[in-house]
């Protein structure tokens, strides 16, 4: 067999990898990874009319002893919601070793951290990326719906550091 008759050309790899997404879901074969979020009983954590620019609001969520923080930041964030989509919460648990949050709001610069652990500083305006420090996951963000007045928590997006509760 001749040597390049045995190598799939770059164009040829492509196109069948893309013949195999596209007929992924008629051969049964699984899709691509999307991110998931896990559901939690909704739960009313604060009132729009209440919140002040870098004011943090703290509860416990998706369960007692899993703190988290919600704030309106002042400007636009992933995952916002509110009229200017500036009102995002977050778990307050560090995703490198579960380094306590709490109290360490950064409003001048809508961060929280540094963790008291290690120092690892997440970026509240995109999804909380982590800026600085051991953690490599970004904060769980919590999910957020507004009923009126009322801003729900009714989600996860990534794994709470210490919730061994299942998701669904």
Do not use: K
């Amino acid at each position: 067999m001749d040597a390049e008759r045995a190598c799939l050309s770059r164009r040829d790899a492509l196109l069948a990898g893309a013949r195999l997404v596209l007929l992924a879901p008629l051969a049964g074969l699984p899709m691509p990874l999307r991110a998931a979020r896990a559901a939690h009983a909704p739960r009313s954590v604060a009132r729009l009319g209440a919140l002040r620019v870098g004011e943090p609001v703290w509860f416990d969520y998706p369960r007692p002893g899993l703190p988290a923080m919600l704030v309106r930041l002042g400007v636009t964030a992933g995952g916002g919601v509110g009229p200017q989509r500036d009102i995002v919460a977050f778990s307050a648990r560090c995703t490198h070793l579960g380094g306590p949050l709490e109290g360490a709001f950064d409003a001048a610069n809508q961060l929280l951290g540094p963790c008291p652990r290690h120092l690892t500083r997440f970026d509240l305006t995109r999804h909380g990326v982590v800026l600085s420090g051991h953690a490599t996951q970004a904060l769980p963000q919590i999910v957020l719906e507004l009923d009126g007045d009322a801003i729900l928590a009714v989600g996860v997006q990534g794994l709470v550091f210490g919730d061994g509760a299942a998701h669904g």
